[in-house]
């Protein structure tokens, strides 16, 4: 099934809040996902979202992962990366409203870009230490950057090679409540840093992970991972896949309307 069919299926399929039956899904979407930003948070980011999709200033660009179909050229603008890359608002904000329902501590970030979710998880969820990994050192300057303008002083961002840096930062913070996985889209790498990151999850870790319906491979992924024997509830927002490991919830595969 392409993703127009799957989508197609994820419209007739998706439930509101009131086809779900786990509290714990439920009082996530009615007290966290329904209610709105305050603009004092959000106005700052969407900001700095427009500069950067009106910056045309080229830059070296190197990546590392199965990333955008779009960007072709070895020196994209910013505009073109950002166009591609950025996350919409309002997954950006279900991503950070997750992390602020479970009080987040420590987070992870598998891909940066040019930072606006990383903001959403920071100005969020200003208890928690976020760490995120991205392997363009362009980008990442970029990136860094944005999060001096708004002085997100709570993001520790790493430049580097996920498949190096991850296992380190895992083994250093020990204990990771939320682990978003983006930026390198095939199976083998979803699979790989979803297992990785299963080796220091502990009860309550929450696991994000982008473009689920983006390929084939992605689809597979997520089945695979859905279907594990740690995960106790899934969550499909069709752009967005999110899994608990909770033993205290039923086995649970929920399409969510959003």
């Not at 910056?55 to 590392?64: C, G, K, V």
């Not at 208890?127 to 709570?154: C, G, P, R, V, W």
């Not at 929450?206 to 491979?217: A, G, H, K, Q």
């Not at 919830?249 to 969510?256: C, G, M, N, P």
């Amino acid at each position: 099934m392409g993703i127009i069919g799957s989508y197609i299926y994820y419209l007739f399929n998706a439930k509101s809040s009131h086809g779900i039956h786990s509290p714990f899904v439920y009082k996530f979407i009615e007290e966290y996902l329904s209610k709105d930003i305050a603009p004092l948070i959000s106005s700052p980011i969407e900001n700095i979202r427009r500069q950067l999709l009106n910056d045309s200033t080229e830059i070296d660009y190197l990546d590392f992962g199965a990333g955008s179909k779009i960007i072709r050229k070895p020196k994209p603008s910013i505009r073109s990366l950002a166009r591609a890359s950025l996350k919409p608002k309002k997954y950006a904000v279900l991503i950070a409203k997750l992390a602020q329902y479970i009080n987040a501590q420590n987070i992870i970030e598998l891909g940066t870009s040019l930072g606006t979710t990383t903001l959403y998880l920071s100005k969020l969820n200003p208890q928690a230490k976020i760490y995120t990994i991205e392997a363009s050192a362009a980008i990442s300057n970029i990136a860094q950057t944005q999060f001096d303008k708004l002085d997100a002083k709570n993001i520790k961002l790493i430049r580097g090679n996920f498949d190096k840096e991850y296992p380190l930062l895992l083994k250093k913070i020990e204990r990771p409540d939320l682990i978003f996985i983006d930026g390198n889209h095939t199976y083998e790498a979803t699979i790989r840093y979803f297992n990785i990151g299963l080796e220091y999850a502990h009860k309550e870790t929450i696991f994000v992970f982008d473009d689920i319906n983006w390929s084939n491979e992605m689809k597979k992924a997520w089945n695979e991972i859905k279907n594990h024997s740690k995960t106790t509830i899934s969550l499909d927002f069709f752009y967005l896949g999110v899994v608990s490991l909770n033993t205290d919830f039923s086995k649970e595969d929920l399409l969510i309307r959003y």
